[in-house]
């Protein structure tokens, strides 16, 4: 899928305009100009005028060659009555005593002298340089201040890019996976198209649109597409682009944005990541310290109230961090209308890889609905990034077409990183990473309702990971229940389990394992009151979703008193320790799977489900009483 072409900002031509090849050829023109210059005068000089000594000259003038003669008081300039050669035609020599010429000559002696240049050749000499040099050095400070700040006199325009009505080539059809957020915006392109039909009823349209989803799920490409469908000017920019140095420069742009956009309705004016312009007012603990952003919040609120109903003018804006923008900005009558561009589902994912893979060469036994499978919670460009992946894997090994095979790799270097086989592991630590990793599997084949084990590795991978356990969903999954969780917790935690079972020690493999189960551990506390001892609590607020109106400064604020945080804290470690000890009773009753796998996990380096030993389903485990 092709870009859209850009026109430049309003009051630059379409297209590159002379001023612009003038200033890129400038630096060369300069040189070469002098040079000309200097070359011009030298020819000319000594095509007309040539330096003799004076006694050649009496000779031209005792041979009745001279026609003329012109006397000044350091020189003497004689034009010949037929030229010497193709270029002579005026001698000149130095003007000397006419008694010293006659007793030089009488002794026959060659008289020569030095012609002066007069002053305007030596002024010339001096001031052209130096004004080239000072007109080399003005252009070049001038050019730079231009691209730090747009120019002195342009500090208050928009660097919003104009998408032209050709231009903008992306349609509905280019966007797949997000059907609902596309019939939400379709009512704004039928209001641009026709505005009277629309409003029969009294009926008006939004004045803002706010696109909030994950990064990657396609927000920027949707509102580029509602373009492609209106066909009216598109106005795109950056939230940052408002924020400048100087104070009052952020307001000043969106004064200029919109009335370039009411200048050109009907049109829609997109302003991306807005959460770096619109964050909430009076949360920094520095007085003063943002009044530029909050002067140009001050006056993004006021250009959306003073739309009018029939101005035509749409504003979309996309943000991945919705929590952080100020209310102000979301109430009814600016942004009054939120819509969800969420991550895809599994036929979402299908409609985006069939639009990514149309210029792909796909194998005839490939089927989309398996890559799907795949690619739980992968965003539109988590997708277009698979794709590209596979194709150059199957680039790499020769083949004329890409195979599921290469899919799965790619899902591989996509989740688990490169892998790196140059790193050269002990035989102790291939040995523990052996049984880390056969723990994990084990346990996650031994717990219903837990993820299918894809394939077991020990290559390392990534900047650290020395192996992994590769888990396929067979389904999208949007809730789970507190067992569900435990299960997650007690596969987390079944690479430490087998490190204690069998070597009875502990290593540092588990970093990683234990982060993840402490932060599902706590959000089981503190967040889904999963606890019967905290009980159905929420305990502070999520990190980064606290409240603009509380003016917090910290991720995490705590609201509750130093007995309740040892409460959270017990009943983390408790449910942290029933996970880890039942993944321990699965691994014991398994012991000879385990070894049996680990061994055979040494040799082969990766194992796919088929290959995995058989394991018996575990016993309900015990409860742990933690001191």
Not at 92 to 120: C, N, Y
Not at 134 to 160: D, E, H, M, P, Y
Request: charged fraction near 20%; charge should be negative; include cysteine.
């Amino acid at each position: 899928m092709s870009e859209p072409s850009t026109l430049p900002p309003t009051g630059t031509p379409q297209g590159t305009p002379p001023e612009a090849a003038v200033m890129r050829m400038a630096p060369w023109l300069l040189p070469l100009a002098f040079l000309g210059l200097v070359m011009l005068t030298r020819s000319c000089g000594e095509a007309s005028v040539k330096a003799v000594p004076y006694s050649t000259f009496l000779q031209l003038v005792d041979s009745g060659r001279v026609t003329e003669v012109l006397v000044s008081e350091t020189d003497v300039q004689a034009t010949l009555r037929a030229p010497d050669s193709a270029t002579v035609e005026v001698v000149t020599a130095v003007r000397v005593d006419p008694a010293l010429v006659e007793t030089l000559r009488a002794h026959h002696i060659t008289v020569t002298g030095q012609p002066s240049s007069g002053w305007l050749p030596s002024l010339i000499g001096w001031l052209l340089p130096l004004a080239l040099m000072i007109a080399l050095w003005s252009w070049l400070g001038r050019r730079f201040v231009g691209q730090q700040t747009g120019g002195v006199l342009n500090f208050g325009r928009s660097r919003a890019t104009i998408f032209a009505e050709p231009s903008v080539n992306v349609t509905f059809d280019s966007v797949a996976g997000v059907d609902e957020a596309k019939a939400e915006l379709r009512e704004i392109i039928a209001f641009l198209k026709d505005p009277t039909a629309f409003g029969r009823l009294g009926a008006h349209i939004p004045k803002g649109v706010l696109l909030v989803g994950p990064p990657g799920t396609g927000k920027t490409l949707l509102a580029r597409a509602i373009a492609g469908e209106s066909r009216v000017p598109f106005f795109s920019i950056n939230g940052s682009e408002f924020v400048e140095l100087f104070v009052g420069i952020g307001a000043a742009r969106v004064r200029d944005l919109f009335l370039r956009a009411r200048q050109q309705a009907p049109c829609i004016v997109f302003i991306d990541e807005i959460d770096a312009l619109g964050r909430a007012r009076g949360t920094s603990m520095i007085s003063g310290a943002n009044d530029e952003k909050e002067q140009t919040l001050n006056q993004l609120l006021a250009e959306l109230d003073g739309f009018s109903p029939d101005s035509r003018v749409i504003v979309l804006a996309a943000t991945n961090r919705p929590e952080t923008l100020d209310p102000a900005l979301l109430r009814a009558g600016r942004f009054d209308r939120q819509v969800l561009v969420d991550r895809p589902d599994r036929a979402g994912r299908v409609q985006i890889l069939r639009v990514h893979a149309k210029a792909t060469p796909l194998d005839a036994s490939l089927q989309l609905e398996e890559v799907a499978a795949l690619t739980p919670g992968f965003t539109g460009a988590d997708l277009a990034n698979l794709v590209n992946e596979a194709a150059l894997i199957a680039t790499r090994r020769g083949a004329t077409s890409v195979t599921i095979d290469d899919f799965t790799a790619a899902v591989e270097r996509i989740v688990a990183g490169l892998a790196t086989r140059s790193r050269i592991l002990t035989r102790q630590e291939r040995t523990i990473t052996s049984y880390h990793e056969m723990g994990h599997a084990l346990v996650a084949m031994a717990i219903p309702g837990t993820d299918p084990v894809h394939k077991v590795s020990i290559v390392p991978h990534g900047l650290g990971a020395l192996g992994f356990t590769l888990q396929r969903p067979t389904e999208d999954r949007y809730i789970a229940t507190r067992k569900e969780l435990e299960g997650r917790l007690a596969v987390m935690l079944g690479g430490r389990a087998a490190e204690l079972v069998v070597f009875h020690e502990l290593s540092t493999g588990a970093a990683d394992d234990l982060v993840k189960a402490t932060e599902l551990a706590r959000d089981m506390v503190t967040r889904y009151g999963m606890d019967e001892t905290v009980g159905h609590v929420t305990y502070g607020y999520p990190n980064g979703l606290m409240p603009a109106a509380a003016g917090l400064t910290a991720p995490e604020s705590r609201l509750y008193s130093e007995s309740t945080a040892r409460d959270i804290e017990m009943a983390v470690r408790a449910i942290v320790a029933r996970a880890i000890e039942r993944a321990m009773q699965i691994l014991t009753i398994n012991r000879t799977a385990l070894e049996d796998g680990a061994q055979r996990l040494l040799v082969e380096e990766t194992l796919v489900r088929e290959q995995l030993p058989a394991v018996v389903m575990p016993i309900e485990p015990r409860s742990v009483a933690v001191a």
